[in-house]
């Protein structure tokens, strides 16, 4: 039997139906998570988290190049390569101090030569690196951390990104690997 899980996203809550039973949607304005109960309707769509609390919550957008700092309130970034200008990077720096993990949503089309760096701020990561799930060849493990080529993901990736710093590890867990049409 397959299974198939959609993970979606928008600014704002989820109004329209499910794609499927066990979809995931993220709200990017405050980064709360909703699973699919049902299909026929938009109040299938179950809150899970309001991303309030003593928890990390708020969305780090990087739509351009340029450094962006992974401060402790951010549980998810939104990388959109296609907003980058032409060879442009974004580098995500991670305090080598605090153990971090993060979810992670990237997105191209019409990639021309963007990059994206997940490094530790430190440019130290003695313990090693992995990836785990992705299908294809997108992502370049180099001594700070990971290089991202748009021209390489031309696609949608979602994933949760692990920094043990006591270990000075990072791995990328992929639930999602989908190349544009």
């Known amino acids: 039997m397959a299974t198939v899980t959609h993970v979606l996203s928008g600014a704002g809550e989820p109004l329209d139906p499910p794609p499927s039973i066990g979809a995931h949607y993220v709200n990017t304005n405050n980064g709360a998570l909703y699973l699919a109960k049902g299909t026929a309707s938009g109040a299938d769509w179950v809150k899970l988290g309001s991303g309030g609390g003593s928890a990390p919550s708020e969305v780090l957008h990087v739509n351009t190049d340029g450094q962006f700092l992974l401060e402790p309130q951010h549980s998810f970034v939104e990388a959109r390569l296609f907003a ?6 974004a580098a995500i720096g991670i305090d080598p101090s605090t153990s971090r993990q993060f979810d ?8 021309s030569g963007q990059q994206l760096q997940i490094r530790v701020t430190s440019g130290e990561l003695s313990g090693g690196m ?20 748009a021209n390489d993901l031309n696609g949608e990736v979602w994933a949760r990104v692990y920094f043990d710093a006591d270990e000075l590890t990072l791995s990328m867990l992929v639930f999602s690997d989908v190349p544009n049409a």
Do not use: H, K
Not at 84 to 89: V, Y
């Open 84 to 89: 980058i200008p032409e060879l442009g990077t």
């Open 104 to 111: 992670l949503n990237i997105r191209t089309a019409g990639p």
């Open 130 to 149: 992995s990836i785990v799930g992705t299908t294809r060849q997108w992502a370049v493990q180099e001594s700070y951390g990971f290089l991202i080529n």
